[in-house]
């Protein structure tokens, strides 16, 4: 945990009041072992609340001790404070559970990368309560996932240590939604080579890769540009009948 510079500044300030605390009660006759105890019971506020009702002058060293020791207390409790919420910054709740979660997932479907496809197909694999996982190299995507609610993870489909952590062995699906066809075909091999049985989808470009990643092992395949024109081609074949009905 990284240490702010106001709070190196209260740091130095406390042992600096503690230091000289020490040395006005070891000034007042007592030996070094008794000025370090009392001041350290002072200074973490052992002693609070501490009494004032005796500042006169045969003790007023006494007294200008208790006073830093008040100080000092307080610059502790406002680090202590300090520490607490840095070390609470850093702890993601969100993510704990989300690791928890995906710590117990079987038979779900890994999506891989985050993009515009992906964020269609999460959220309609979520309103069917359809278990998935979404796989991404970028921290910032998948931490932005994880606030919403979905499960999601930092690393790369096509490395076995990433893939063991999104429990590749207990999934039943890998969608694989890259544009680029050698990342996909390379997440192909690592799925299969890690569990035969899991069914994959692919992202392609070109009726060419068809032939290759059928080879790999790829039961699915499509191609974005393709099922667009399907769904205009449906859409004009669809208002051409209509159209025609109505003549």
Request: no cysteine; net charge positive.
């Amino acid at each position: 945990m990284r240490i702010r510079t106001v709070n190196k500044i209260l740091i130095i300030s406390f042992l600096l009041l503690y230091a000289i605390s020490v040395l006005l009660i070891y000034g007042l006759g007592y030996n070094i072992w008794v000025s370090l105890t009392w001041n350290l019971l002072s200074f973490i506020g052992a002693d609070f609340p501490v009494d004032f009702s005796i500042p006169d002058k045969a003790n007023a060293i006494a007294f200008l001790s208790n006073v830093l020791g008040v100080i000092g207390s307080l610059i502790l409790t406002i680090l202590l404070t300090s520490f607490f919420y840095q070390i609470l910054s850093r702890v993601n709740i969100k993510k704990s559970i989300a690791e928890a979660k995906i710590r117990g997932l079987k038979h779900h479907t890994i999506l891989y990368p985050s993009n515009k496809i992906a964020e269609y197909l999460a959220k309609d694999l979520a309103r069917n309560k359809i278990e998935f996982l979404i796989l991404d190299p970028s921290k910032k995507y998948v931490e932005e996932y994880i606030d919403e609610g979905m499960l999601a993870l930092e690393g790369d489909a096509f490395d076995p240590v990433a893939l063991e952590k999104a429990k590749i062995k207990e999934a039943s699906k890998i969608i694989l939604l890259n544009e680029d066809i050698t990342k996909n075909a390379l997440a192909a091999i690592s799925a299969k080579k890690m569990n035969n049985k899991i069914r994959i989808a692919s992202r392609i470009k070109k009726v060419d890769d068809i032939a290759k990643m059928k080879r790999i092992g790829v039961d699915y395949l499509v191609m974005p540009e393709i099922a667009i024109g399907d769904e205009i081609g449906k859409f004009l074949v669809k208002e051409a009948i209509l159209k025609k009905k109505l003549v």
